[in-house]
């Protein structure tokens, strides 16, 4: 792969690292950065380099993939003093596959194209199984033609990446796509514990409406592993919390009423007051099951 472009990458969590896999993987020259060295000791095994900050990543790099929790994270990455914009160059191209508020992601863009720098906002939906299955959704904001420089890249991680449009669109529709997400998991933890309490089987009841109208990707995953006492991340709570919080705080500034929003953001809220931000987003549940006072029964073996 001698013309592909050298990638760099920048955040290597519970979803950057198998994708900073896959690019290795793939072939790509990947220099990567992380603030735990672990990670990055993990990607040099596979064949990665390693580079002691962004600026380190940028210098090395055609194309910088960053992959961190918030905007000022972002912003950070991208503007601090061994940050990506102090190794800018005309034509770089910067792809934040983080989700951040649309509003931090044009304003990363604009500051960005000021230094010549090229920038997607690059959101991503699937969680840790699409992560490390490479099947995920890519939602894209920015130029068409940067977004085709850098389609083989995305290709290399998803199955379904679609330009949405002008740099923030990205994180518009991860947006949209967050609130289904969460309605989606509070929705599940309600009948869950409506059937344990009111006297059905749960797992005879999901067996049963994931067949009609009901059925999504969330009742077709989510309740097994929560029969079998799994509340491990997929995708973190504090991290849904995060994400539902920027919707609510962007929904104020468009002027957007989103009430259902609003009460799941105040319900994984309570999930992460109570310590249990590192569970999955499923695990929202145990704030039903307490209000309840029921526990939802777990397989036996």
């Not at 509003?103 to 939906?125: C, F, K, M, Q, T």
């Not at 969330?218 to 509340?231: E, H, S, V, Y």
């Amino acid at each position: 792969m001698i013309s592909a472009p050298r990638i760099g990458f920048i955040g290597l969590g519970l979803m950057g690292k198998p994708i900073a896999g896959h690019l290795v993987r793939a072939g790509y020259r990947v220099t990567v950065h992380n603030r735990s060295r672990a990670a990055v000791d993990e990607l040099i095994a596979q064949g990665g380099r390693a580079a002691d900050n962004p600026k380190g990543v940028a210098a090395e790099s055609d194309v910088v993939i960053t992959m961190l929790p918030d905007s000022p994270d972002v912003e950070a990455v991208a503007f601090g003093e061994q940050g990506i914009l102090a190794a800018a160059r005309p034509g770089m191209i910067h792809v934040d596959m983080s989700t951040i508020a649309p509003a931090a992601a044009r304003r990363i863009a604009e500051a960005e194209s000021r230094a010549g720098v090229e920038n997607l906002d690059a959101p991503v939906s699937g969680g840790d199984v699409g992560a490390k299955n490479a099947t995920l959704t890519i939602m894209v904001g920015g130029k068409p033609d940067v977004f085709q420089k850098c389609l083989p890249i995305f290709e290399t991680l998803g199955k379904k990446i679609t330009l949405i449009g002008d740099h923030g669109a990205g994180q518009i529709a991860k947006a949209c796509n967050q609130i289904m997400v969460a309605a989606q998991m509070v929705a599940m933890g309600e009948l869950l514990v409506f059937a344990q309490k009111a006297g059905a089987d749960p797992r005879e009841v999901v067996e049963a409406i994931k067949a009609g109208a009901a059925q999504c990707w969330t009742l077709d995953t989510k309740p097994q592993r929560l029969f079998a006492g799994n509340r491990a991340p997929g995708f973190k709570s504090s991290m849904m919390l995060k994400d539902l919080n920027i919707i609510v705080d962007s929904a104020k500034v468009y002027g957007i009423p989103l009430p259902m929003t609003a009460v799941n953001a105040q319900l994984f809220a309570a999930l992460v007051a109570a310590g249990q931000g590192d569970l999955d987003n499923s695990a929202v549940i145990g704030v039903i099951e307490e209000l309840a006072r029921v526990k939802l029964s777990e397989t036996r073996d």
